[in-house]
């Protein structure tokens, strides 16, 4: 009886400490922000994030300069605001247009499925979200 009481013990824990790393922040295969937005965003936005992509010319809407960012904004850069619209799309973020893409469910999927916002998702805002701060141009 006792030993069975013990092995519903270490059962337990067992299971508590094997759900662990699925909600740690390990994401072993992302790609860096630079890489990420080569990738997804200077179709439209240009290699240099000037808005001057090869799908800018067909788009009713024109791709935001994006190194230009924080001198629309008053000079500090909106890190928050930039991640929603990344995440959510400029339409859901109440800025702008749907003509900007929803990228959280696009990176859920790279990384494996699940919700946006997931690990692999929240990552990669956050790189983009990074690297579009440091191509900013400062107000002349
Ligand atoms: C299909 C073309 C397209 C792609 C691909 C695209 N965007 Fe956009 N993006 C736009 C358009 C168009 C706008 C302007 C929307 C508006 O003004 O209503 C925009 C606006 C933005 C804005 C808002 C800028 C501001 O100052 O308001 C950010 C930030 C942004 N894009 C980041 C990205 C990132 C990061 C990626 C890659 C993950 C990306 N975009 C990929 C078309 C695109």
Redesign the pocket.
């Given at each position: 009886m006792r030993q069975i009481e013990l092995l519903g013990i270490v059962g337990i824990v067992m299971l508590a400490t094997s759900a662990t790393p699925t909600n740690a922040q390990h994401v072993t295969n992302m790609p860096s922000g630079q890489q990420?937005?080569q990738d997804?965003?200077a179709?439209?936005?240009g290699t240099d994030g000037t808005g001057h992509g090869p799908?800018a010319e067909i788009?009713k809407?024109?791709?935001?300069d994006?190194t230009q960012?924080g001198a629309?904004a008053g000079g500090a850069f909106p890190a928050a605001r930039?991640a929603e619209?990344?995440r959510y799309g400029?339409d859901i973020a109440g800025?702008?247009?749907a003509?900007?893409?929803v990228?959280g469910m696009v990176f859920s999927g790279e990384g494996g499925g699940g919700k946006v916002g997931g690990a692999y998702s929240r990552r990669a805002v956050i790189e983009?979200k990074d690297y579009?701060e440091t191509m900013q141009k400062k107000a002349p």
């Open positions: 990420l937005f997804h965003c179709t439209c936005h799908m788009l809407v024109p791709p935001a994006l960012i629309r930039v619209i990344i400029g800025h702008g247009t003509a900007m893409p990228w983009l579009l």
